[in-house]
């Protein structure tokens, strides 16, 4: 499927997964873009793919993407299970492109983390021009240094921590935040460095109960607390802690709750009251920093741009200051953890912060 010339293109987006801050940013800018760049028609998918198999779509013009820049969520709704290609016990995703001839749809922007990429990818392949826009708060996709939704997270985090700090020393207690990020630590480790954590703890790092422990007696003797960041994919004792198993076929392991455990496993071995704080989708509500708002707009304008020029199959990317594209298949099914040379770990380990 190629876009026609001799009308202007007809381009569908949604955004998929969970939703975080700057999605709508990322809608406005497309929609902003497209029209301006070659005055393309835009359809709104509600609900991400699911929207294909429901049926479900809006028109979206200028007018319909005044004033959301800065607001959370996605005017469009979004989906994190539903996969066309196996969705409800079968492939549905000859009806899904059914319906997106039928509209008349020459391309598509899908907005959002690993499965709705590979999603895309697989769309691409099956005849509908896909361009991807990098969406996840645990900024885990491979390709491109920064996911957008991710500094909001981020920021979040660093708040709870100095808020976590200042009652903390109030009491001398070992107080513990729950981050989320599933199997990549990002979102710990950035958010703890910037919320002063004295403890980091990553799923890429072998982590030491007894280290952890000491750490805690050691500031107990100071008459002194210890403020501790843990990413939900963190093993204890080699266990990762689940909350649920969902219906998501792609990834139906819900992770939460490790926190509640270090607590449980910390507290006989230490002198100083352990508490612990799970922070939850906190991290994924609210309005995007002004870097997500700008990074989303970036992302957005060039995506518009990649539909303008024809060029498909390639997720837009940040790599080092500069916006660019990258090979959707690429990206595809890979995922990207914290490297152990990271220079954020440097930075931790410089500042004398315990990393595992
Ligand atoms: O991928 C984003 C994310 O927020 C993860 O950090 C978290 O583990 C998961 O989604 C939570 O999913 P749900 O909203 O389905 O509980």
Redesign the pocket.
């Known amino acids: 499927m190629h876009a026609a010339t001799h009308r202007p293109p007809h381009v569908a987006i949604l955004t998929g997964?969970?939703d975080c801050p700057g999605l709508n940013a990322v809608i406005r800018a497309v929609t902003l873009a497209l029209a301006r760049e070659c005055g393309a028609r835009i359809t709104g998918i509600e609900r991400g793919f699911h929207g294909l198999l429901t049926r479900r779509v809006r028109a979206l013009g200028v007018p319909d993407v005044a004033g959301i820049l800065a607001e959370g969520g996605t005017i469009l709704g979004t989906h994190?299970r539903c996969d066309p290609f196996r969705w409800e016990g079968a492939d549905r995703s000859a009806a899904a492109m059914a319906y997106v001839r039928e509209l008349g749809i020459d391309a598509l922007v899908a907005i959002g983390?690993d499965g709705t990429m590979q999603i895309a990818d697989r769309f691409q392949h099956l005849g509908l021009p896909v361009v991807g826009v990098p969406k996840?708060?645990?900024n885990d996709l491979p390709d491109t240094d920064r996911c957008f939704g991710f500094d909001s997270a981020v920021a979040v985090v660093a708040e709870a921590l100095d808020r976590l700090a200042t009652t903390a020393r109030s009491h001398g207690r070992v107080m513990i935040l729950e981050t989320?990020?599933?199997h990549a630590g990002w979102i710990a480790l950035e958010g703890g460095l910037a919320g002063g954590a004295d403890a980091i703890l990553i799923p890429e790092l072998p982590f030491s109960l007894a280290a952890l422990a000491e750490r805690a007696r050691e500031r107990d003797r100071e008459g002194s607390s210890l403020l501790v960041c843990i990413a939900?994919g963190v093993r204890i004792e080699g266990e990762e802690v689940v909350r649920e198993i969902?219906a998501d076929p792609a990834s139906p392991v819900?992770?939460g709750g490790v926190g509640q455990v270090l607590q449980q496993r910390l507290q006989p071995l230490v002198g100083n009251e352990v508490r612990s704080t799970l922070l939850g989708?906190v991290q994924?509500g609210g309005t995007p920093t002004a870097f997500d708002r700008v990074l989303a707009t970036r992302y957005g304008v060039h995506a518009a741009e990649l539909v303008a020029s024809g060029r498909f199959g390639r997720m837009v990317a940040l790599q080092g200051d500069r916006v660019t594209s990258v090979p959707l298949a690429d990206v595809a099914g890979r995922s990207r953890p914290v490297p152990a040379d990271h220079e954020l770990l440097r930075a931790a380990r410089g500042t004398g912060v315990l990393l595992g």
Do not use: Q, S, Y
């Open positions: 997964g969970g994190n983390g996840t708060i645990d989320m990020g599933r939900e969902v819900r992770l989708h994924r």
